[in-house]
């Protein structure tokens, strides 16, 4: 059985709540018991953090052991240089994901630090970003 495992960044502790035009009504725990669902021979695991070294701590205990990590790492994606580096220095394959299409967004919001570490991005199908990261992984 595949080990993946979803972690969300800064924020994302509050979907269905904040900003809903821009990351829709549904809540994410909600939505990861849909997911444990539709993927029932996959083990799946949530974290989620606003802090960044707590998101880089996660990464190294996980980065050796799992066979995929799906990251929304939220703002950091745009700002974290040591993101980056903890996916380049791990062996679990990461998917960076997000909710909108960044690149329809603020500038700011076209640039990640993640990506070139990561073996795919995906962004701007809602909550299916997530799923369609599962998929990739199965």
């Known amino acids: 059985m595949k ?3 979803i972690i969300n960044g800064p ?6 709540i904040r900003e809903t035009s821009v990351y ?26 606003n ?7 996660k990464l190294h205990q996980i980065g050796f052991s799992y066979d995929g990590v799906v990251l929304n790492a939220g703002a950091y994606t745009h700002t974290s240089v040591a993101i980056g580096d903890a996916i380049a220095a791990i062996n679990t394959p990461v998917i960076e994901v ?3 299409n960044v690149h329809k967004r603020e500038a ?11 073996v795919g991005v995906i962004c701007g199908f809602g909550l299916m970003s997530y799923k369609l ?5 199965v």
């Open 24 to 49: 829709g009504s549904q809540d994410f725990l909600s939505y990861f018991e849909e997911l444990k669902n539709d993927f029932t021979t996959v083990e799946l695991e949530y974290y989620q953090s």
């Open 133 to 137: 990261a599962i998929q990739s992984f």
């Open 98 to 100: 997000h909710i909108s």
């Open 108 to 118: 700011f919001r076209h640039h990640s630090y993640l990506a070139k570490n990561c």
């Open 11 to 16: 924020n994302l502790n509050l979907l269905g």
């Open 51 to 57: 802090h960044e070294g707590d998101i880089i701590d």
């Open 3 to 5: 080990k993946i495992i």
